[in-house]
């Protein structure tokens, strides 16, 4: 399991591919770049793609 930093991800993919991979729009990939989310892409062995975030818990706004 090789975790990739969303921006790292997007980097080499590209917004629409990363969004399109993830199940997400475009505009959401673009959104949690400028908020600087915790994010990682997860590739598996398939080609298939997921994506988790990490926060503390319990989550504060």
Same mark, same amino acid.
Request: a positive charge.
């Given at each position: 399991?090789?975790? +990739?930093?969303? $921006?790292?991800? #997007? @980097?080499?993919?590209?917004?629409?591919?990363?969004?399109?991979? &993830?199940? #997400?729009?475009?505009?959401?990939? $673009?959104?949690?770049?400028? @908020?600087?989310?915790?994010?990682? &892409? +997860? *590739?598996?062995?398939?080609? @298939? #793609?997921?994506?988790?975030? #990490?926060? *503390?818990? *319990? $989550?504060?706004?």
């Amino acid at each position: 399991m090789n975790r +990739i930093p969303l $921006s790292d991800y #997007v @980097k080499t993919h590209g917004q629409a591919a990363t969004a399109r991979a &993830v199940g #997400v729009t475009q505009g959401a990939i $673009s959104k949690a770049l400028y @908020k600087a989310r915790n994010i990682f &892409v +997860i *590739p598996d062995e398939e080609g @298939k #793609v997921r994506a988790e975030e #990490v926060r *503390p818990f *319990p $989550s504060q706004k």
